[in-house]
């Protein structure tokens, strides 16, 4: 007996075709929504892969400003800009040394203050704030400040002058250039209300003094990476006026002691707390880097200086 034969009605071979139509239809359909899913799958899995590698910013600590690329590159500028050495490179490299010495001498005499610089985080303004002196060493104006400066103490020296000729070698010298002092002065130091108020009498250099200036012109210039630390003296001064006590100030006496030594014999003995513009500009000179870390630490007394010697002045 033959096998039953399959029989298929018209209605079942047009229902055939629909599907195996349909089939082909969606096929291109489907593998372009698969497509498009795996991408997306791929593409949220590197984001979130790039996500988690990408760790937030860090503070900046005061620690971490002191070993910066940046610190270092405005130093170096800074150098350059007096042109003791023209060597960018050289400069470069021995300002980075001098910071790595000064970082491992506040390690080794101040731990605790090390510690505490590594703790002390800053914000961007307070790091621009606090670098904001420092950045104006390079500055037109303070170049000329400072080579007015060395003049006058070189003049004086050379004629055996006391502290009477030197102070008015400085005001004859710096009085044409009162109006930039009082305006980098602002710049320097903004919302500043102090009044420029002192004399001559006043200033603990001239009381005290009463030798004649002795100052070594033949000290090779940043043999000891002097003005790097003077550079560095003027940051901390500026991070003790942002962070106020929480700044330590250990660093920054440890550093004015170790930029601007000089023999006992060049300038008189001076208490403690009357360090002032003479006695820092003659232990300075001839390191126009120190020099110009002297003016601005004490700009107000250098332009009280010389509106007290225009006062008395005769006209």
């Not at 961007?124 to 060493?137: C, D, F, I, N, S």
């Amino acid at each position: 007996m033959a096998p039953p034969m399959d029989v298929m009605t018209s209605s079942d071979e047009e229902s055939q075709e629909w599907k195996t139509t349909q089939s082909r239809r969606l096929s291109p359909a489907v593998l372009l929504a698969g497509a498009a899913g795996i991408a997306a799958a791929v593409l949220l899995a590197c984001h979130a892969s790039g996500s988690m590698s990408k760790a937030p910013p860090q503070p900046l600590t005061v620690r971490a400003l002191l070993e910066s690329d940046e610190l270092a590159g405005d130093m170096t500028r800074n150098i350059m800009a007096f042109g003791g050495d023209a060597d960018q490179e050289h400069v470069h490299q021995r300002v980075v040394a001098g910071l790595g010495e000064i970082r491992d001498a506040i390690l080794e005499q101040q731990p605790e203050a090390h510690n505490k610089m590594g703790l002390l985080t800053l914000s961007p303004t307070q790091k621009e704030a606090a670098m904001r002196v420092l950045k104006k060493y390079s500055d037109s104006r303070m170049l000329g400040l400072t080579q007015k400066v060395v003049a006058a103490v070189r003049e004086t020296a050379e004629e055996k002058g006391d502290q009477t000729v030197l102070a008015r070698k400085l005001s004859e010298r710096l009085t044409p250039s009162l109006s930039d002092m009082r305006q980098l002065h602002k710049e320097m130091f903004p919302g500043s209300d102090e009044e420029f108020k002192l004399d001559l009498s006043s200033v603990p250099a001239l009381k005290n003094w009463n030798s004649d200036l002795k100052v070594d012109f033949g000290r090779r210039l940043s043999a000891d990476n002097g003005d790097v630390r003077a550079q560095a003296h003027t940051l901390f001064q500026g991070l003790e006026r942002e962070l106020g006590d929480e700044m330590p100030k250990a660093p920054a006496r440890m550093l004015y002691t170790m930029s601007l030594s000089a023999p006992a014999s060049s300038t008189p003995a001076m208490s403690s707390g009357e360090t002032s513009f003479m006695d820092c500009v003659m232990k300075a000179v001839p390191d126009p880097t120190k020099v110009c870390s002297c003016i601005a630490s004490n700009m107000s007394e250098v332009v009280s200086m010389v509106m007290g010697f225009m006062k008395g002045k005769p006209s």
